[in-house]
C-alpha cells in the first residue's frame, strides 16, 4: 500500500515486512534459461521535479512520497463505463470489500489493467475552495483537474554486474516496470506507450509539480510539444560510476605552506535540516580522523602549498596524497550503552524507588479521630505525664522553667483524670531541685477565688505565662547569658504573667492578702532565678526525688522532680547495659518483690568490683542504670509514675475504680521546647475513635518542632526541618506511619498487667530478658532481671526505635500538624550534629533489627525483600531484550499463547501511537524500527500489570487475616496501610544507604564536564519526557501540601505550609549530608558491634561527640562544592569546549555549588562577631589584614535576605526551564530526572 499508508507490507503474499518481493518466485517460468546476475534495486526519487537529478531516499515502499497527477476532464459517459467496469472486479482473498486501492495503470485486485489512458477521468476534489487552491499553487489550468496521488519518480539500478563491451544497442540493458495487484498477474508495463487505437485527444497524467518564479513557459513539463524519444531508448540503462563525487568549493581556504586537505562525502539523510548542511560553517573546526565515522567516502592530499620547496611531510606520501590508512581506521558505534550511562540508569531506578516509598503512604486517607475536646474523654485514661528532660548547657533554670510553664499551662480544663508534670534532672543539680520548690510555692500561692476553681486559676495564670515567655530564645536566657534583662526576668519569673492576669482577668479585685501571699512567693522565684548557672552536684549515686501535691485535693496537678542516679562508673571497666564489674547494682529477692519497694532497693546499689563479686545464688542481680541516655530517664519516670500511681491517695474509687486499669498518656518536651496552652486538648482527642471511644491502636501522637527565630529564608542549615513535617509527614500520616521525633510526642502506655508473684516477672516494675553477653561462669546466655523499659534504650534514636516497635504491634500514629509547641533553636550548627546522631543511630537501629529475632521483626526483614524484589523487577524491565519470555511464563504459571492474546491488542493499539512519534521525530531520527518502542510500553505495561496483580492479592490477604482477626495468634498485616506503615519503617532503617547518590551524581558531572563524553538523547523527547515529569512532580507537591493545609485550616484554622525556601533548604541537604551519612554509617557499624559482642550502653552521647568532626566535614565539603564550578568553567574555556555536554555539566556543578553558597558561607564566617563600630575604627590596612573584616564583609555579601531571595528561586526556576533547556542539549533533561528522583534527605 503506497503513498503513506500504514498497513504491514507483509500482509500481500510473498511481500516482506519491508515491502521486498521474493523475487526467487519468479525467476523459475518467467525466462527459461535466463541467467540471473547482479542486484536490482528500485528506489524513489527525493525530488519529483524532473529538472533535478534523481537522489534516492531509502524509504520503504508503503512511505514513498507520492505527488498528485492531473489530466483533462473526461466526459460523464467515460465515468458511468469506468464505474460498471469497478463493479465486475473481484476482491482480493482475506482483504474485505474493495481490496486494494488502485494505482496508476493498475486495475483492481483480480483484474486485467486496462490500458493507461482509459483509466483518466476527472475526480472532483472535495471541496471548491480547495481545488481552488491547488490550482493556485501549482497553476493548473480550467481544463485541468488532480486527478490521483500517483508513485513518485523512481530510480531501477543493476549492481554488481558485467559491464558489457561496446555500444551495440543488442547488449545494452533494458528496463521495464511491471505491475500487478496480485502474484498471478496479469502483470502488466507500469509506463506503458500510448495506444494508438485510443483517440488523439486522450492524454496521459503528468505530475502536478509548484511552479516556481524562475521557470519560463519553454521549460514547462506540460509543454503540448513533447520531446520527441526512441522507446526503445527511454527504457535503455546507462553506466554510472558510483565511486566518483565532484566537490565545487566556492571560497578560499588554506594558507601557504604546509597544508592537508581531505575531502569527504557525507550522506544527506545522516542530518535533520533537511539536507541544507546548516551546521556546517566556512572555516569551523571538526573532529580529527578516523573519518569514516562520518563520511561514507574520503581521501586527502597533502604537500606544501605554493611553496617550490616540498618538504617531507608526517602522513604523506611522495605522490602528494594522505595514506587511506591515516584517515579511516577502526569505529566503534557510538551508543548509550557506556558504563556511565548504566550507572546512571541504575540510580535513577534506585532514586524512583526510594521516592515510591516515600510516596506510596499517600494514598490512603488518614484515620479519623474524634473532632473536639471533651473533658469526658480523660474519664478513659488513668494519669496523663508531661516530662522535662534537661541537662546541662544551655539547659538552665530560665530555660527548664520555661518549659515546665508550658507542661502546666497545657492541663486540659476540667480535666477527670490525674495530670503530673515531671521535671526530670539527668545532671542532679541542687540549686535546680530549690527552684522547683519555688515554682512549687508558686503554685501553691495561686487564689482560689474570683468565681473560678483552684485549677482553673491555675489553669489561666500559666496560660498567660506561657503566652509572655513562648517567643524567649537561647540568647535572651539561654546558659551563656550572665545576668536576665529586668523585663525578661519579669517574664520568666511570672510577675509579668501576674500583671496581665490583674489587669486582663479581674484578679485585682482579689482579697490583697490572697494576692500578697503570690507576690511573695513571685519574689523569691525571680531571686533564686537570679542566681542562675551555678550548680553543686551531691550523692549522685542515689535517687533524688521530690513531689509537690496540691493542698486543694479535687485539683488534678501534681509536679515531680526526678533525678535518678547518676553514679561515677570506672573510667577503665566498659559502659555495659548488665551487670558486670565497674557497674552498679542493686540486688532484689527472688521472691516477694512489690513495686513499693522499689526506690528503697535502689538506694541499696554498690558498685561491682572486680575479685569481689558478689554471686547471691537466691537474689536478683539488677542493673541501676541500662541506659545512660534519654531513654533510660524517661523510663525511669515511667516506673515513677505507675508507682505514684498505686498510691492510695491516687486510686481512684467508686465508679471510677475501672479507671485504675485504663492506659497513661506520656507526653515528652525537651527543655528547649515550650508545650503551648492548647497542646494537651489538641492531642487527646486525636486517641479516640470519632465515636469518642478510646482507641488503643493509636501508639503516638506527633507535632511538629517550631523555632520561631529560625525564619524560613535565615534557617541556613535548615534548623525546623520543615521539609520533613510539611511534606514528608504529612504523606506519611496518610498510612499512620508518622516516625516520632522525641520531642513534642505523646504516647499511649497501656496499664501493665497485674503482676505474677510466683512467675518470672513477679511485678511491673521489673521484666526479666535474655542477656546478650555469655556468663562467665556458664558460658551462657543466660535470663537476667531488668527495670521495665517502655522506650528503646538499644541506640541514640530511642525515638525512632520505638516507633518501629509501634509498627510490627500493628499500632499506628497520628500527625498534628500545628505550632502547639514554641522551641529555642540552638545554633545552627548544631543541627549538622543532630543529623550525624541519627544517621548513626539510624545505621546501628538496623543493624539491630535486621539481625534480631524478636517477634514482629520479621516483617521488617520481608519488606525488605520485598523491596530488593521490586527493584531487581524494574532493573529486569529497563534490560530485558525485545522479544524475552517473561517470567510468568518461565515459571509456567501462565501459557505464552495466554500472553500473546492477551498483549496482541495492547500492542495494535500502542503501535500507532508509537509511529505518530516516530513521525513527529520525538524518538529519533536515526530509528529505522519504531516498533521497538511499542514492545518497550507493552513491556512496561504487563509490568504494571503484575504489580497491580500482586498489590490485589496483598489486599485480599490483608482483608482475611482481618476478618479471621489472626493477629490474636500471631503479628502479620491485617490493613494496606499496615504494609505502608513497614515501607516506611524500612524507609527509616535504610535511607542512609543511598548518601551515594549525592557523591555520584556530583562526579558524574565533573566527570562530564571535565572529559569526553559520548551518550546522546533526543531533544524532543528529553523536552516532552520532563515536561510531563515536572507536571507530576510539582503537581504531587503542590496538591499534597495543599490538600493537607486545606485540611488543617478547617479542622483549627491554622496552616503550616509548605514554602519554597523550605523545599530549597531541603535540597541543600542533600548534598550536604552526603559525607556525614558515610562517616556516620562506619561509626554506626563499629557501634553495633560494641553492642553486640561487648553489651556496651550506646544509648548517649557526652559532650559535643562527634558532632564536631561532623560539622568539620560539612565545612570543607561545602567548601569543595563552592569552588568546584570555577574549577569546571576554567576546564571548559582552556580544553573542554570541545566535549559534547561540557557546557551543560558546568551549569549543573553551578547550580550545585550555587546551593551550598548559603551553609559554606554560614559555616565559616557565621561566627563574626566584629560590630559596625569596630568595623568604623579600623583603617584600611587593619581591615584587609584582619580575619574578622573579611568574615564580616563576606557574610554581609553572601548572607543577605537579596542573595537569598535570588538564590532560592535558581533551583525551581531552573527546574520550571528544564523542557526548554533540553532544546539545547538533553543533558539538562538528564539533570531534572535524577533530581526528581534523587533521595529526600530523611530524619
Not at 795 to 822: H, M, P, W
Not at 1011 to 1033: I, P
Not at 1214 to 1242: D, E, I, K, R, S
Request: hydrophobic letters at 40%; charged letters at 20%; a neutral charge.
Amino acid at each position: 500500500w503506497p503513498c503513506g499508508t500504514f498497513v504491514p507490507s507483509d500482509r500481500l503474499p510473498a511481500c516482506s515486512a519491508d515491502g521486498n518481493i521474493d523475487v526467487n518466485l519468479f525467476k523459475r517460468g518467467w525466462v527459461p534459461d535466463g541467467k540471473f546476475a547482479g542486484q536490482v534495486k528500485i528506489e524513489a526519487c527525493q525530488s519529483n521535479n524532473p529538472k533535478k537529478p534523481c537522489h534516492t531516499m531509502t524509504s520503504t515502499f508503503s512511505q514513498w512520497s507520492c505527488h498528485h497527477c492531473m489530466g483533462p476532464a473526461s466526459s460523464a459517459e467515460d465515468d458511468e463505463k469506468d464505474k460498471d467496469k469497478d463493479k465486475d472486479e473481484d476482491e482480493l482473498p482475506g482483504l474485505g470489500p474493495g481490496g486494494l486501492p488502485s494505482l496508476p495503470g493498475i486495475a483492481g485486485p483480480g483484474g486485467a489493467p486496462p490500458p493507461l489512458h482509459r483509466r483518466l477521468r476527472a475526480v472532483p476534489l472535495d471541496d471548491i475552495e480547495v481545488e481552488a487552491e491547488s490550482r493556485r499553487l501549482f497553476d493548473l489550468d480550467e481544463d485541468q483537474q488532480v486527478i490521483y496521488r500517483s508513485l513518485p519518480r523512481m530510480s531501477v539500478s543493476l549492481r554488481e554486474a558485467e559491464v558489457p563491451d561496446g555500444t551495440d544497442v543488442l547488449t545494452t540493458p533494458r528496463v521495464f516496470v511491471l505491475s500487478a495487484a496480485s502474484l498471478d498477474g496479469p502483470w502488466k508495463k507500469l509506463y506503458a506507450e500510448k495506444d494508438p487505437s485510443e483517440p488523439d485527444d486522450t492524454e496521459l497524467p503528468t505530475p502536478i509539480l509548484p511552479k516556481s518564479e524562475d521557470d519560463d513557459e519553454e521549460d514547462n513539463p506540460r509543454d503540448d510539444e513533447d520531446a520527441i524519444m526512441d522507446p526503445d531508448i527511454k527504457h535503455s540503462m546507462t553506466i554510472s560510476n558510483l565511486n566518483e563525487l565532484e566537490m565545487h568549493p566556492t571560497s578560499c581556504y588554506g594558507r601557504r605552506g604546509p597544508l592537508y586537505i581531505v575531502a569527504c562525502a557525507v550522506n544527506v539523510s545522516t542530518y535533520t535540516d533537511g539536507g541544507k548542511f546548516k551546521r556546517f560553517m566556512p572555516g569551523q573546526e571538526v573532529a580529527p580522523p578516523p573519518f569514516n565515522d562520518r563520511c561514507l567516502a574520503v581521501t586527502g592530499r597533502c604537500g606544501q602549498a605554493c611553496m617550490h620547496d616540498q618538504q617531507p611531510m608526517m602522513y604523506c606520501n611522495e605522490d602528494g596524497y594522505i595514506d587511506q590508512k591515516h584517515l579511516v581506521g577502526e569505529i566503534k558505534v557510538q551508543d548509550n550503552k557506556q558504563l556511565p550511562v548504566y550507572m546512571f540508569v541504575y540510580v535513577l531506578l534506585f532514586g524512583f524507588c526510594v521516592k515510591v516509598i516515600m510516596l506510596c503512604p499517600g494514598i490512603f486517607s488518614p484515620y479519623p479521630h474524634y473532632s473536639r475536646y471533651d473533658p469526658k474523654l480523660t474519664k478513659s485514661l488513668k494519669y496523663i505525664v508531661t516530662c522535662t528532660p534537661t541537662t546541662a548547657g544551655d539547659e538552665n533554670k530560665s530555660t527548664t522553667i520555661r518549659n515546665v510553664v508550658g507542661c502546666i499551662s497545657a492541663m486540659p480544663r476540667r480535666i477527670q483524670c490525674r495530670y503530673h508534670v515531671v521535671m526530670l534532672d539527668e545532671t542532679h543539680r541542687s540549686e535546680m531541685k530549690v527552684c522547683f520548690q519555688r515554682l512549687g510555692d508558686v503554685v501553691s500561692a495561686i487564689p482560689a477565688a474570683g468565681g473560678a476553681s483552684y485549677q482553673d486559676n491555675v489553669t489561666d495564670f500559666f496560660g498567660a505565662w506561657c503566652e509572655e515567655t513562648k517567643k524567649l530564645d537561647l540568647n535572651r536566657i539561654g546558659g551563656r547569658v550572665k545576668q536576665l534583662d529586668k523585663a525578661i526576668m519579669d517574664r520568666v519569673c511570672g510577675k509579668a504573667a501576674y500583671r496581665k492576669m490583674c489587669k486582663e482577668y479581674s484578679w485585682a479585685a482579689l482579697p490583697q492578702q490572697s494576692l500578697r501571699r503570690l507576690e511573695q512567693a513571685l519574689d523569691a522565684f525571680e531571686a533564686d532565678i537570679a542566681n542562675d548557672n551555678k550548680w553543686t552536684r551531691q550523692a549522685m549515686h542515689m535517687d533524688d526525688i521530690l513531689d509537690w501535691t496540691p493542698s486543694d485535693r479535687t485539683c488534678m496537678l501534681r509536679m515531680h522532680y526526678v533525678a535518678r542516679a547518676k553514679p561515677i562508673e570506672d573510667e577503665r571497666t566498659n559502659r555495659v547495659q548488665h551487670v558486670a564489674p565497674g557497674t552498679w547494682y542493686y540486688k532484689a529477692p527472688i521472691s516477694g518483690l512489690k513495686n513499693s519497694d522499689w526506690l528503697e532497693l535502689r538506694k541499696t546499689a554498690k558498685e561491682m568490683v572486680y575479685g569481689r563479686e558478689d554471686p547471691a545464688p537466691f537474689e536478683h542481680l539488677v542493673p541501676l542504670r541500662t541506659s545512660r541516655g534519654k531513654a533510660g530517664g524517661l523510663n525511669f519516670v515511667d516506673n515513677y509514675m505507675v508507682q505514684v500511681s498505686e498510691r492510695p491517695e491516687n486510686r481512684y474509687v467508686g465508679d471510677r475504680e475501672e479507671q485504675n486499669y485504663a492506659p497513661s498518656l506520656f507526653s515528652i518536651a525537651d527543655a528547649r521546647h515550650q508545650f503551648q496552652h492548647d497542646f494537651m486538648a489538641s492531642t487527646i482527642p486525636y486517641f479516640f475513635h470519632p465515636s469518642n471511644a478510646l482507641n488503643k491502636h493509636v501508639a503516638f501522637t506527633q507535632c511538629p518542632q517550631h523555632f520561631h527565630e529560625s525564619q524560613d529564608k535565615t534557617d541556613y542549615l535548615d534548623t525546623n526541618n520543615a521539609s520533613f513535617f510539611r511534606l514528608n509527614c504529612m504523606i506519611r500520616n496518610c498510612s499512620g506511619g508518622v516516625s516520632s521525633c522525641g520531642t513534642n510526642g505523646t504516647w499511649m502506655i497501656d496499664h501493665r498487667k497485674d503482676p505474677d508473684p510466683n512467675g518470672m516477672e513477679p511485678s511491673t516494675i521489673w521484666e526479666t530478658q535474655r542477656s546478650r553477653v555469655r556468663d562467665k561462669y556458664s558460658h551462657q546466655k543466660i535470663f537476667e532481671m531488668v527495670e521495665r523499659r517502655t522506650f528503646h534504650e538499644s541506640c541514640k534514636v530511642e525515638d525512632t526505635a520505638s516507633s518501629l516497635q509501634a509498627v510490627v504491634q500493628g499500632k499506628y500514629s497520628q500527625f498534628i500538624n500545628r505550632k502547639l509547641s514554641y522551641g529555642m533553636a540552638k545554633a545552627a550548627v548544631g543541627y549538622l550534629a543532630a543529623t550525624q546522631r541519627w544517621a548513626e543511630g539510624g545505621v546501628v537501629l538496623s543493624l539491630q533489627t535486621l539481625t534480631s529475632i524478636e517477634e514482629g521483626h520479621w516483617m521488617v526483614f520481608a519488606t525488605l525483600v520485598f523491596f530488593g524484589l521490586f527493584i531487581f523487577s524494574l532493573i529486569r524491565l529497563v534490560s530485558m531484550e525485545e522479544n524475552a519470555e517473561w517470567v510468568v511464563v518461565k515459571m509456567h504459571l501462565v501459557s505464552k499463547e495466554f500472553t500473546d492474546w492477551l498483549l496482541t491488542p495492547v500492542f495494535q493499539s500502542l503501535d500507532w501511537f508509537v509511529r505518530l512519534l516516530w513521525e513527529g521525530n520525538l524518538l529519533g531520527t536515526g530509528l529505522k524500527d519504531p516498533t521497538v518502542y511499542t514492545h518497550m510500553a507493552v513491556q512496561m505495561i504487563m509490568w504494571l500489570m503484575m504489580l497491580c496483580i500482586l498489590l490485589f492479592f496483598l489486599w485480599v490477604l490483608t482483608v482475611l487475616c482481618k476478618a479471621m482477626r489472626i493477629r490474636r495468634y500471631f503479628l502479620f498485616p491485617d490493613q494496606l496501610r499496615w504494609c505502608g506503615r513497614l515501607l516506611i519503617s524500612m524507609d527509616n532503617l535504610t535511607y542512609f544507604v543511598w548518601f551515594w547518590t549525592a557523591f555520584f551524581w556530583i562526579g558524574f558531572n565533573y566527570y562530564t564536564a571535565m572529559t569526553r563524553s559520548h551518550y546522546h538523547f533526543q531533544f524532543e523527547g528529553m523536552m516532552l519526557f520532563m515536561a510531563v515529569v515536572n507536571f507530576l512532580n510539582w503537581g504531587m507537591i503542590i496538591s499534597n501540601a495543599f490538600r493537607y493545609s486545606l485540611e488543617q485550616s478547617m479542622e483549627a484554622n491554622e496552616v503550616a505550609h509548605l514554602s519554597m525556601d523550605n523545599i530549597w533548604r531541603s535540597n541543600q541537604l542533600f548534598y550536604m549530608t552526603a559525607p556525614v551519612q558515610l562517616f556516620s554509617i562506619i561509626v554506626g557499624i563499629k557501634e553495633f558491634l560494641r553492642w553486640k559482642f561487648y553489651g556496651m550502653d550506646i544509648s548517649f552521647w557526652e559532650g559535643g561527640d562527634r558532632g564536631e568532626a561532623a560539622i568539620r566535614i560539612v565545612k570543607y565539603w561545602t567548601l569543595l562544592l563552592t569552588v568546584g564550578p570555577v574549577i569546571a568553567w576554567s576546564c571548559y574555556f582552556i580544553f573542554a569546549n570541545k566535549y559534547m555536554n561540557a557546557w551543560a555539566a558546568c551549569v549543573v556543578v553551578t547550580i550545585i555549588g550555587l546551593d551550598v553558597l548559603h551553609p559554606c558561607a554560614y559555616l565559616w564566617v557565621g561566627d563574626s562577631k566584629l560590630t559596625n563600630e569596630e568595623a568604623q575604627k579600623m583603617t584600611w590596612r587593619q581591615a584587609l589584614t584582619s580575619s574578622k573584616w573579611w568574615k564580616r564583609r563576606i557574610y554581609n555579601a553572601v548572607l543577605n535576605d537579596t542573595l537569598t531571595g535570588i538564590l532560592k528561586y535558581v533551583g525551581p526556576a531552573y527546574f520550571l526551564l528544564l523542557p526548554v533547556t533540553c532544546l539545547t542539549t538533553t543533558y539538562f533533561g538528564v539533570n531534572g530526572a535524577f533530581m526528581m528522583v534523587a533521595a529526600t534527605q530523611q530524619r
